[in-house]
């Protein structure tokens, strides 16, 4: 796992390798262990293979410095964590045989040793034993078509001297990610934000449509937008060749996508069977590493699974270490089910239990390294689970991630399956789905059940009834006319409809709702401290698998979320982890704030609003300094505010 950088400019201008080293160093914590550059002068044919200060010396490699007064106008950046061949070998920027290729790469391809052995077989030979030498082998070989030969994260460029192009892919999910800006010539990539802010060129204007979409919806990290106007994200899924010679756009090109009209012709327990296969193949591709292997859990079913199948690969002898966040509210509290499942694989393990104070303290760092506004105080609990685990030593962590999205797990999804159901003329099916949800939903029942029959009408319908009984477009303290002069105009998120609303509900979960943002807060989370996180269940097979299967395998016809994969973990998983009702990663967000009402009151000082010209601040203020009572609750739309404030602040972000 590693933090990528390149910049390319024009023939006629230079790259200021000063500038370049300080915008790597800010990504240093991506990878600690190395530190490799390639300079290129086009013109010239120059082509320089570089060390850095992290650097082993033992690559024999000259170091950056002596270049300083030279003239390059192509730089790619390298920062290593060391995880598969711990060697020199693996020092990256790294050239092919002839020296046509050169590639900067961060992630896992898990299957490396399958692709390895098939193009040995070709005729490739191999120096060392690491991932990234396979990619380029399989990019000689296959060059595009290889990426859906891959299982595994990855965010990566290739320069091809030949063809005077750079190739850049992100993985199936958007496990990894990958940034670029494209400003007055001058095109630049990285693995976060920071290091593009640091570039000439690339302003710090907001984004007007991203920052509709946080506040209305609470989404982020989908499309090839960011929160910021002049930076985009390569979407999960896509690759896009960027020419050296023609530095004018960049055109991402999708190479994967879930079929969610395909049905597998399949009983259910031919379907447990085949998961069951599929998932503890997944779980041990995932735990190829040449250093020790953690998880993350958190006691509910996901997290469990992936804990119990990691036991049943761990190497005799070898400690089992995992990492949990204990919410100090009794209600939410899943330390009973982290105990059972730790008792059960005779883990190692290790609890955090953060105070609300301790968020505050840090919550500047948080926003560091989030880069953007995030959802919730859960994050924060994350954050300190992955510094709990570096604490301890551990480098790789396997998580949980995708499953709730993949295999139907959220409470809304069964709002979709009654729309499917209801749509179907099975109107007894779907009151026997609502009657059988589980108990702590109880209280959205009403809603859910009105949601679903919302999603029958025609849009235009839909979006009248939405803004009467659900979010209003524009919330009340939002300047709408704000967002209409940047020509943003009110919408509502995609839901699923019709006969396929459950699949389709699922599709958009995994493609652009809930899970491209929560892999984002994992991978910041994790390489902030230097360790390299794992999700077994974004996986192309499992996930192709799953929405192949008909809606009753994922929701029951006695509303039980996920149930093939409950069943395949039967006997797997101890039972009381199997039974409960979902709960989710959550801290006590409304209880920590409130015990904070005059920080927060502070915070929201109505100077520090006109920073936001989007708010309507005597509407918000009121909001704010209602806090705490016992007339009103912290609102979700009041922590957006509050963290988008913040952030605005933290990054001198500029709105008008």
Not at 292 to 299: E, H, N, Q, R
Request: net charge neutral; glycine share 8%; hydrophobic share 40%.
């Amino acid at each position: 796992m590693c933090g990528i950088l390149g910049i390319i400019t024009p023939a006629s201008m230079s790259v200021d390798l000063h500038k370049a080293r300080r915008a790597l160093a800010l990504i240093r914590h991506r990878g600690p262990d190395d530190e490799g550059y390639l300079l290129v002068n086009y013109a010239k044919g120059e082509v320089v293979p570089c060390r850095g200060s992290d650097t082993d010396l033992r690559v024999g490699l000259p170091d950056i410095d002596a270049y300083a007064e030279k003239s390059f106008n192509i730089l790619l950046g390298h920062r290593r964590l060391s995880i598969i061949d711990l060697s020199p070998l693996g020092h990256q920027p790294m050239g092919s045989g002839d020296g046509r290729y050169w590639i900067v790469y961060n992630g896992e391809v898990y299957n490396y040793l399958e692709l390895k052995r098939e193009l040995s077989q070709k005729g490739y030979l191999f120096k060392g034993t690491s991932d990234t030498e396979v990619i380029l082998a399989a990019y000689q070989e296959w060059g595009s078509a290889m990426l859906n030969r891959f299982i595994g994260m990855f965010a990566f460029a290739i320069l091809d001297l030949a063809e005077k192009t750079i190739f850049l892919a992100r993985d199936f999910f958007g496990i990894k990610p990958l940034y670029y800006s494209l400003v007055g010539n001058r095109f630049s990539f990285a693995s976060e934000i920071k290091p593009l802010l640091d570039i000439n060129g690339v302003g710090r204007k907001g984004n007007p449509a991203s920052l509709y979409e946080y506040l209305g919806f609470g989404l982020t990290d989908f499309g090839d937008n960011t929160m910021f106007a002049e930076i985009q994200q390569l979407p999960a899924a896509n690759y896009a060749y960027v020419r050296l010679d023609e530095l004018a756009s960049v055109t991402p090109v999708r190479y994967w996508r879930i079929n969610t009209g395909y049905r597998l012709d399949i009983s259910f327990n031919e379907a447990v069977d085949r998961l069951r296969t599929l998932f503890a193949e997944s779980t041990r591709l995932h735990m190829r590493s040449d250093v020790p292997v953690g998880a993350c859990l958190s006691g509910g079913l996901d997290s469990s699974a992936i804990v119990m199948h990691m036991q049943r690969q761990q190497i005799p002898g070898q400690d089992l270490y995992t990492f949990s966040f204990i919410v100090d509210d009794p209600i939410i509290s899943e330390e009973r089910y982290v105990d059972i499942v730790g008792k059960a694989v005779g883990a190692v393990c290790h609890k955090i239990s953060p105070k609300p104070e301790e968020m505050i303290a840090d919550l500047e760092q948080l926003l560091c390294c989030q880069e953007e506004p995030f959802m919730s105080t859960s994050i924060y609990a994350q954050y300190r689970v992955f510094k709990l685990a570096h604490e301890v030593g551990i480098k790789v962590i396997l998580d949980g991630q995708g499953a709730d999205e993949i295999f139907a797990g959220y409470y809304n999804m069964i709002g979709a399956r009654v729309t499917s159901l209801l749509s179907q003329g099975r109107f007894l099916t779907a009151w026997n789905v609502m009657q059988g949800a589980p108990k702590n939903m109880s209280a959205f029942r009403s809603r859910t059940l009105l949601f679903s029959l919302v999603r029958m009408l025609p849009p235009g319908a839909i979006n009248t009834l939405v803004s009467l009984i659900g979010t209003p477009s524009f919330p009340g303290w939002v300047n709408q006319r704000w967002f209409l002069d940047r020509g943003v105009t009110s919408h509502y998120r995609r839901y699923g409809r019709g006969k396929h609303a459950l699949h389709d509900e699922a599709f958009f979960a995994v493609d652009c709702l809930s899970l491209p943002q929560l892999l984002r807060y994992e991978d910041r989370n994790s390489m902030h401290f230097s360790i390299e996180s794992r999700v077994p269940f974004c996986n192309p097979d499992i996930a192709c698998f799953a929405m192949s299967l008909p809606e009753h395998f994922l929701i029951s016809n006695d509303g039980t979320t996920k149930s093939v994969l409950r069943e395949s973990l039967k006997g797997i998983v101890p039972e009381p982890v199997l039974k409960r009702e979902k709960v989710g990663f959550a801290t006590s967000q409304k209880d920590w704030l409130k015990v904070q009402c005059n920080w927060v009151r502070q915070t929201f000082k109505h100077d520090d609003i006109k920073a936001l010209p989007f708010m309507e601040k005597h509407a918000f203020v009121e909001i704010v300094e209602t806090t705490g009572s016992s007339k009103i609750l912290w609102s979700t739309w009041a922590w957006r505010c509050l963290n988008l404030l913040y952030w605005s602040r933290y990054f001198d972000v500029e709105w008008d």
